[in-house]
Structures are given as C-alpha cells and as structure tokens.
C-alpha cells in the first residue's frame, strides 16, 4: 500500500514544454492508474489485489499528495473483500492510504516527449493512523506534452506490523482456518498523471 502511489510528485518535473514544469499542477487519471499488492498466505501460495480507486495531485511546488480509497480493494472474492474492509482496513475509520512525496520540479525539467528517466525519491504512507517511510525507485515517462506515466521500478515491501495491523492480521487467519498470513507484502503502481485545468 505504500505504494503505492508515491510516484506522483515526480510528474512536476517530468514535463518540460510550456507552461514551465515549476508553474503547472498536475492531476491523477484515476480510471488509467492502478495500485496494487501481492498477499501471500499458507507460506507459498501468493494472490494479486488491487484498489478500484486512487486519486491524487502534484502541486506547482512539487508537493504530491495520492489518496487510496480502501473501500475499493478488490481480492476477486466477495467476501474476503467484506472482511479486508471491516476486519484488517477498518475503513469506517481509516478510509484511506495517503501517500505523499516532495521532488525538485527542476528535476526533470528537460525530459522530452518518449523520454524516460529513473528517479529515487523517499515517500510517506499514513495508514491506519500511523506512518512511513520508504525509499522509491521510479521510472518517469514523458508520453506526450500534457501527459506522463509513473511506473515503481520494484515493488515497495509494506510491513503491516509497522502500522498496527497485526492484530487484523491474526483475525483474518482465524476467520479463513489459515495457518499464516505473510505480514509483509510488495506494493506495486502505476499512475497517470494530466496537467490540471485549473
């Protein structure tokens, strides 16, 4: 979840053209940009989830704030989403993942359209009342003058003890008859970013 999104500051400076990149907002294309992990329960067996909706902003400073929607994770089945919600998000509380991120908007001032670059940048998730730090490593692609992409290199590895979590954790095993669930799971993102109108 850490991840998560993270990588949107670094749209401020991923786009030269006009208007300069330090004078221009940019905003998250929620219907184009996933965010997603991997939860690996019983020792080895592994399942792909994701979040229905994120939604996020890179100021003219550089400043990026990406908000995660928990009520929409998605895990292919009905009833395990039920209880990711209630028992181990406890989103009537804690409806959201924050991730925020600042970046020089010079930066990338230069990157031409079909350009791409890496930058590593450290991020903050707020979940479930607590808080982060990650270091990221993102690729940054100019797909065109008002448009760039922003892809993890690797996944982010969120430890849910680090948030208070582990007592969801244990919950979710006895509600399943599971003998383990991997505390640690790699984060995964991909966002698209559209220079804002206003």
């Not at 905003?27 to 792909?48: P, R």
């Not at 395990?80 to 959201?96: A, D, I, L, Q, S």
């Amino acid at each position: 979840m850490r991840t998560t999104v993270l990588a949107a500051a670094l749209v401020l400076a991923a786009c030269g053209g006009e208007p300069p990149v330090t004078r221009t907002a940019w905003k998250l294309e929620t219907d184009l940009s996933t965010v997603g992990y991997v939860s690996i329960k019983a020792g080895d067996f592994a399942e792909t989830n994701a979040f229905g909706r994120v939604v996020g902003r890179v100021e003219p400073t550089g400043e990026a704030r990406i908000s995660i929607d928990l009520d929409t994770v998605e895990t292919n089945v009905d009833i395990r989403n039920e209880r990711m919600r209630k028992v181990f998000f406890k989103t009537k509380t804690y409806p959201e993942a924050v991730v925020t991120l600042a970046l020089d908007p010079a930066a990338l001032q230069e990157l031409g359209v079909g350009d791409r670059v890496r930058i590593d940048a450290p991020l903050t998730l707020a979940l479930h009342g607590e808080t982060a730090e990650y270091d990221a490593a993102m690729f940054v692609t100019r797909a065109s003058a008002d448009r760039v992409t922003v892809d993890l290199v690797r996944p982010i590895l969120v430890d849910a003890r680090e948030f208070g979590l582990e007592n969801g954790l244990n919950e979710l095993m006895a509600l399943a008859g599971l003998p383990s669930i991997t505390p640690t799971a790699p984060v995964t993102a991909s966002l698209v970013f559209t220079r804002a109108d206003d």
